[in-house]
């Protein structure tokens, strides 16, 4: 059982060579606990999310347990495993000025609490934090929500979604492209 007092959301699933399963979403409650771990979110007032991310080992015990989050919302979507380099990639949203992973600091470049930025993540799958990124453009709301990888396990694909703040403003940036709405 994942659980707490408030709701918890499961967005994303995917599996490794040796049988672990990792699952990622999104939780209110003021702590969750996957025994023998509990994390705490970073608000206890039962309105905001905050991410979190599992592994199970191939006998379905929890291995690990890890939170993303800050003052604002953010929810994991998107979760996929890389055979050809034994890591885990972890996409989704976040709405605060800033959102610790691991000892990267993500920045916000919109107007924290109005707008989301993507976030990708990539993770041994022990999970150690190899890096974190973040995209979107300033005052639209950007979110990773599903993951794929080549046939050659080497580039992780992400679909997701954008909302500018009005027609006025169609796009967003990610990476160096920028997107324009088509309404």
Same mark, same amino acid.
């Given at each position: 059982r994942i659980g707490g007092a408030g709701s918890e959301f499961l967005n994303g699933i995917t599996a490794d060579n040796s049988g672990r399963v990792y699952i990622t979403g999104a939780f209110t409650s003021s702590i969750i606990s996957v025994p023998p771990f509990s994390i705490v979110n970073t608000m206890t007032?039962?309105?905001?999310?905050?991410?979190?991310?599992?592994?199970?080992?191939?006998?379905?015990s929890p291995a690990w347990l890890k939170k993303y989050g800050n003052v604002n919302s953010?929810?994991?979507?998107?979760?996929?495993?890389?055979?050809?380099?034994? #890591?885990?990639?972890?996409?989704g949203?976040?709405?605060? #000025?800033?959102?610790?992973?691991?000892?990267t600091t993500l920045n916000n470049v919109g107007?924290?609490?109005?707008?989301?930025?993507?976030?990708?993540?990539?993770?041994?799958?022990t999970g150690s934090e190899t890096w974190a990124i973040r995209t979107g453009g300033a005052n639209s709301s950007d979110y990773g929500r599903k993951m794929g990888i080549d046939a050659s396990n080497?580039?992780?694909f992400i679909g997701g979604t954008f909302s500018p703040p009005s027609a006025l403003t169609p796009t967003t940036v990610i990476g160096t492209t920028t997107l324009t709405t088509q309404g």
């Open positions: 007032n039962v309105t905001t999310q905050d991410v979190w991310l599992a592994c199970f080992d191939g006998f379905g953010e929810s994991g979507e998107g979760i996929i495993y890389s055979p050809a380099q034994n #890591a885990i990639y972890l996409t949203g976040f709405n605060s #000025a800033t959102m610790l992973v691991g000892s107007t924290a609490g109005s707008s989301y930025d993507m976030f990708l993540v990539k993770l041994s799958t080497n580039y992780v």
